[in-house]
């Protein structure tokens, strides 16, 4: 249970300290990937102390739909919204950002009505197929593959077209690191095949949420100093 916890807490921690760095990016340059990606890593915490509180309290109604809300359902929508910001025209970016708001929207209300189909083990993280019914399922399932459709076909798109331009391969690199982290997150599901299922979730997320930050980094680039000339008459 101690290693549980330990996961668990470095988990949140790590998502919690980078989404307060990406916020402090968004606050001094406003642009709006960022305030995406901020949005995510939060959403990302939030899974996390859900994860955490589980682990620690018991598992219950409340934690597993927070935790299934926030990990299984809106973060990677979220993260889609960034590359679509990153990479697309603004209008476009405009609308997706209404319809991932809607989408976040709904999801928080049918988590918050939906029915248990059967009791929750206090000592067990369960699968969403064992305690929902179809709709909560189908919107994790879909948010999820959509919006990682769109994340990994940023990066390749990205990679094909922009890494032919020396000025731009670090944006090329940085799309590859966030579908990468995207692709170790949707792994949480392939770990607990191996490890104790809390355990896995937990070591995705610190592992995803690692990379992802990492390329979050490479899309900044570094500003250049202003030379000043002064005439002397």
């Not at 189909?117 to 206090?122: D, K, L, Q, V």
């Amino acid at each position: 249970m101690n290693l549980h916890l330990a996961l668990a807490a470095a988990a949140t921690l790590l998502a919690l300290a980078f989404a307060f760095s990406t916020l402090e990016r968004w606050l001094d340059r406003r642009k709006p990937h960022e305030g995406a990606w901020t949005v995510a890593l939060f959403l990302f915490a939030a899974a996390s102390a859900a994860l955490w509180a589980g682990v620690a309290f018991g598992w219950n109604g409340l934690w597993f739909r927070l935790f299934y809300l926030f990990g299984a359902i809106v973060n990677v929508p979220y993260l889609a919204l960034g590359t679509v910001y990153l990479l697309g025209p603004l209008p476009v970016a405009r609308r997706v950002a209404a319809g991932v708001h809607a989408f976040a929207a709904f999801s928080a209300g049918v988590l918050a009505v939906a029915p248990l189909t059967a009791a929750i083990r206090p000592d067990t993280l369960p699968q969403g197929s064992d305690v929902f019914g179809p709709l909560p399922r189908v919107l994790a399932g879909a948010g999820s593959a959509v919006a990682s459709l769109v994340i990994i076909g940023g990066a390749v798109w990205s990679a094909a077209r922009l890494a032919r331009r020396r000025s731009t391969r670090r944006l090329a690199g940085a799309n590859v690191l966030i579908a990468a982290g995207t692709l170790i997150l949707g792994a949480g599901g392939v770990l607990n095949s191996v490890l104790d299922e809390m355990d896995g979730f937990a070591i995705s997320l610190v592992a995803g949420i690692t990379v992802l930050f990492a390329g979050f980094l490479l899309t900044n680039t570094p500003r250049r100093a202003t030379v000043r000339v002064v005439q002397v008459a």
